[in-house]
């Protein structure tokens, strides 16, 4: 639609490597004003007596801490912008408790209360922060997941009381929302779009 874009790699367990991406982008473009926090890591499924600390710090380090040192170096972007809004993703399962998906479920939960303390934190800054909390949706990882779309939609669009999965662009339309003017009397909410999945 006529804009710019630019890739920047950037390991989120890295505080280095925040710093670093943050900087290219701000140098590129001016201060950011608006960040979506997106990193997400999936872990085997296990019990919580048969879970590896290994894969439970995995997942703490890329979804929570990940989180956290993204939007650490955001805000003093969008101090600096004079406003702006961090949007964090979450998960149908930062509500809905799932049995083998501890590290999953507790880092998503987590999310929930970091979004709503950054709000509380920078309330009068002009900055806002939410979480966006898709169900299942028709991706690429989810294709890995289950081997393939079709057998993803057959095993866990039921699962949503609509019937079906998300697709991207559903997702993608309400982080534009939370990223614009027109929420910007949101902030600290948790805006799920999980066709009914939390709902049951």
Known sequence: AGGRAMAEACDVRDEGSVQAAIAAVAA???????????????????????????????????NLTGVFL???????QMLSAGGGSIIITASQMARVATPGRGPYCSTKGAL???????????????????????????????????GDLERAERDWGP???????????????AAVYLAGDDSSFMTGADLLIDGGYAAR
């Not at 960040?35 to 380090?61: H, V, Y």
């Not at 993204?70 to 003093?76: A, G, V």
């Not at 699962?159 to 339309?173: D, K, N, T």
């Open 28 to 62: 590129e473009y001016g201060p950011v004003n608006v960040g979506m926090c997106n990193a997400a890591t999936l872990t085997p499924t296990f019990a919580i007596a048969e879970l590896s600390l290994e894969d439970w710090n995995q997942a703490l380090s890329v």
């Open 70 to 76: 993204t939007s650490k170096y955001l805000i003093p």
């Open 112 to 146: 929930l209360q970091l979004a709503k303390v950054i709000a509380l934190e920078h309330a009068t800054d002009n900055i806002c922060a939410n979480t966006l909390s898709p169900g299942g949706v028709a991706t690429d990882r989810l294709a890995k997941q289950y």
């Open 159 to 173: 699962a949503h009381p609509i019937g079906r999965l998300g697709q991207p662009g559903e997702i993608a339309r």
